[in-house]
Structure formats: structure tokens, C-alpha cells
């Protein structure tokens, strides 16, 4: 059973910096691209970040994150960060992490096959 399971949200300051962490199991985890979401209340989940297989290492960002998140992953733990860095309120969401095989350079949920259930990051102002 593959699963994905996210750690590392909480309440921040604006201006400060949480890192998020996705550990995955049941899964050849150098095979998948992982992606990072985020859904804020009455808004639609959006794309934030993701790594492709290990080959490539390819990283893609939303322009809304660009420069002040850092998206990594370490193969031999099965594990995926996002450094997120000079949060903003707006960064405020439950942030979910993704796996979709092969080569993703893409924010479009339809490419990712496994989800996890999501961490809260809060941002006061």
C-alpha cells in the first residue's frame, strides 16, 4: 500500500519559516515525481512545487512561491522537503505532498497517482 504521509506544519509568524517534510513508503520511491499543494478554505487546491524522478531532479515552482520555497528530496530515506521561507499570510493552506510516476514538470493534479492527507501551515500577520 503506498502511502504519503506530510509533517511539519504549524502556526508562523510572517516573515518566518517551516519546513515541510513527505515520507513515502510502498513505492519505488526514485520512480516518482513529487509534487506539493496547497488548499486554502474557499479556494481550489493549487499547485506549489514539485521534483521530478532522480534522474533529472527537475524543479518546478509556482510564481507565487518562487524564491522562497525550496523544494528537495533525499532517495535514500524516501523523503521529500519544502523549505519554505518569508511566509506570507497567503501562504496560509492544509498543504498536501503527491506522487505521480515518471518524469512530471507540471502542477496538474491529474499526474499525480497518490496523495497524502495534508498538514496545516497557519501565518499570522
Partial sequence: EVQ???SGGGLVQAGGSLRLSCAASGLTFEDYSIGWFRQAPGKE???VSCIS???DDTTYYADSV???FTISRDNAKNMVYLQMNSLKPEDAAVYYCAAGKGFIYSDYEGM???WGQGTQVTVSS
Fill in 4 to 6: 504519503l504521509v506530510e
Fill in 45 to 47: 487546491r493549487e499547485g
Fill in 53 to 55: 524522478t532522480s534522474t
Fill in 66 to 68: 518562487k524564491g522562497r
Fill in 112 to 114: 499525480y497517482d497518490y
